[in-house]
């Protein structure tokens, strides 16, 4: 399997609306695609805060015998976070809680290719 990152970056743009920014990182915060609405946001820093968060959930899951989460979901007022692990990447989107969460997953899986 592989994931096209390209691929992946304009669908979730093109297919859906209420998408204030969408990053694909390393686990360690390194960007290697992003789409910002908004100029304010900086993209590094969210990456790297993120990744931060996103290791932290997996150390404390690790330590209370849980597996390693592959996905997690903040709502906060009108907006979520969704940050979902696919093959040592993050994908992370920050989107109105009008969105269908199954529709992003949806999307992302099909963005990933089968290699022979």
């Known amino acids: 399997m592989s994931l096209d ?3 992946i970056l304009q669908s979730i743009i ?3 609306e209420g998408i204030y920014f969408a990053l ?3 686990e360690n915060g390194v960007i290697k695609k992003a789409y910002i609405n908004e100029e304010e946001f900086n993209a590094s820093k ?5 990744s931060m ?3 932290s959930a997996e150390e404390l899951t690790t330590d209370i015998g849980l597996q390693k989460p592959d996905f997690s979901l903040i709502h906060s007022q009108n907006f979520y976070i969704l940050s979902i ?3 040592e ?3 992370i989107i920050l989107c109105d809680d009008q969105i269908k969460v199954t529709d992003v997953f949806t999307t992302i899986n099909e963005s990933i290719a089968q290699v022979a």
């Open 5 to 7: 990152l390209n691929l």
């Open 14 to 16: 093109k297919k859906f």
């Open 24 to 26: 694909i990182c390393t």
């Open 46 to 50: 969210i990456g790297l805060n993120i």
């Open 53 to 55: 968060l996103y290791e």
């Open 85 to 87: 692990k696919i093959m």
């Open 89 to 91: 990447i993050l994908i």
